[in-house]
Nanobody, 115 residues
Framework: QVQVVESGGGLVQAGGSLRLSCAASRNIFSIDVMNWYHQAPGKQREFVAQITSGGTTTYADSVKGRFTISRDNAKDTVYLQMNSLKPDDTGVYYC?????????WGQGTQVTVSS
């Protein structure tokens, strides 16, 4: 079975930083794409960042210049380095992974940015 597990969330003051991790277990097949999504309280889940197996990255406009997505292939783990955090970054961050044409979601990790 494939499992996707996020970690690294917590409470931070505005202007601070957090580093989220997403570990995806797998069997045989490689991870094609991994994504981060954000769901603010009372709002729809929205795309944050993506990294492909080839290392290509994509970011939402709201996080460009502040967040960086990266990956460690040996550990099947993707990271989201979040700098210059704002109160509206508060919410649950979800990771997903595309493996063998199937999309797997994690349970999310809570990030709270205080003013």
């Amino acid at each position: 079975q494939v499992q996707v597990v996020e970690s690294g969330g917590g409470l931070v003051q505005a202007g601070g930083s957090l580093r989220l991790s997403c570990a995806a277990s797998r069997n045989i097949f490689s991870i094609d794409v991994m994504n981060w999504y954000h769901q603010a309280p009372g709002k729809q889940r929205e795309f944050v960042a993506q990294i492909t197996s080839g290392g290509t990255t994509t970011y939402a406009d709201s996080v460009k210049g502040r967040f960086t997505i990266s990956r460690d292939n040996a550990k099947d783990t993707v990271y989201l380095q979040m700098n210059s955090l704002k109160p509206d970054d508060t919410g649950v961050y979800y990771c997903n992974a595309l493996i063998n044409r199937r999309l797997y979601w994690g349970q999310g990790t809570q990030v709270t940015v205080s003013s």
